[in-house]
């Protein structure tokens, strides 16, 4: 299938399948079904087997992520009630997921942040943060279509850490930062490399933006059920191979470390800080790896907390037959893991 020339590549979402252990964290979506109108908020059930619609439990409640955080405590408290009574639960093949935040005010990212990859390309560890940036309107559900632009032909991978901000601040001290985040997702850094390295003068930014070069989700984990954001299994698979294995212990700058540093920057603190932050796994990730990411490359993204193991998958559909069409994002999830693609602070 081709769409103004531009090759897609194309995630399916199938339900659950087989035994899940309920999970101890509060995992928030936002979700589209065929019998609501528009977007509406959602929360993970305990038992795996779906979403429970916040909006539908309690009218009131705002129907996207940004406008619910904040809001604050007070609907977080819903969210709270709602994960502990029974209630009914839309299936995986009844809704479809989209990215957990969108249109944030920022998206901040953060390169070569993390020690272990800086000494494998032998590029000196930084001694300051090395900030760039996504325009918000790159982000994509962690199901949607990836579009490979017909004019790049290094498009690859980058799986990472994603800090959403709460609450507004300025001049913010790394001991109080914590305080500011309200979770943690999964984001997925896609770069076209030529761009950002050879063309437009060197800069990152357009090699880092183009449409739906920021996939995000599936959930964003609220910070509390998060033990340690700086103990986290992260890697991605490229057909099956390895080609992240990392764990944010290895990052340069800590989460603390981050939000204090571009807080003095560029946060205002006259807007509520709908930002949302990206720890970056490595220098080069998939940067001259052979070969580049395409059509028909399946790609799973995972950060794993390191609780006892439970499993709950959404394998993607299909092998790719169809021209032009194949699965791009696989999302595992397992116990209180963050589960799928891209990035910000």
């Not at 979402?13 to 589209?32: E, I, N, T, W």
């Not at 998060?226 to 212990?249: E, F, M």
Request: hydrophobic content about 40%.
């Amino acid at each position: 299938m081709l769409v103004s020339g531009r090759r897609l590549l194309t995630a399916l979402l199938q339900a659950r399948k087989g035994p899940f252990q309920p999970s101890r964290d509060m995992r928030l979506v936002q979700f589209q079904a065929p019998h609501l109108v528009g977007p509406h908020l959602g929360l993970e059930s305990g038992n795996g087997e779906g979403i429970i619609d916040l909006n539908t439990y309690d009218p009131t409640l705002p129907k996207t992520m940004i406008q619910f955080l904040e809001e604050g405590e007070a609907t977080l408290s819903v969210a709270r009630r709602a994960q502990a009574a029974q209630l009914p639960v839309l299936p995986w093949s009844e809704v479809t997921l989209l990215a957990p935040v969108t249109r944030p005010d920022k998206v901040v990212c953060v390169g070569m942040n993390y020690v272990d990859h800086c000494k494998e390309q032998n590029v000196p560890v930084p001694k300051e943060p090395i900030i760039f940036s996504k325009f918000s309107s790159s982000i994509v559900g962690p199901y949607d279509e990836i579009v490979l632009p017909p004019n790049s032909k290094e498009v690859d991978w980058e799986v990472e850490l994603a800090v959403v901000i709460g609450k507004k601040g300025k001049h913010i001290k790394a001991t109080d930062a914590l305080a500011y985040v309200a979770g943690f997702t999964v984001a997925h850094d896609v770069s076209a490399r030529d761009w950002q390295m050879r063309r437009n003068g060197r800069q990152w930014l357009l090699g880092k933006t183009f449409d739906t070069f920021c996939p995000l989700g599936p959930a964003l984990v609220t910070r509390d059920s998060i033990a340690d954001p700086h103990n986290l299994k992260i890697y991605c698979r490229v057909n099956g191979q390895v080609v992240q294995n990392s764990n944010t212990n290895q990052m340069v700058f800590k989460t603390e470390e981050l939000i204090a540093w571009v807080s003095r920057r560029v946060m205002k603190s006259s807007v509520r800080l709908k930002n949302l932050v990206s720890s970056s796994t490595r220098w080069c990730d998939g940067f001259l790896a052979s070969p580049a990411l395409k059509m028909g490359h399946p790609l799973l993204l995972s950060l794993i907390q390191p609780l006892p193991p439970t499993t709950t998958q959404r394998p993607c559909l299909g092998s790719g037959g169809e021209e032009g069409r194949a699965p791009a994002i696989n999302l595992s999830s397992q116990s209180c893991s963050l589960a799928s693609v891209t990035v910000f602070l």
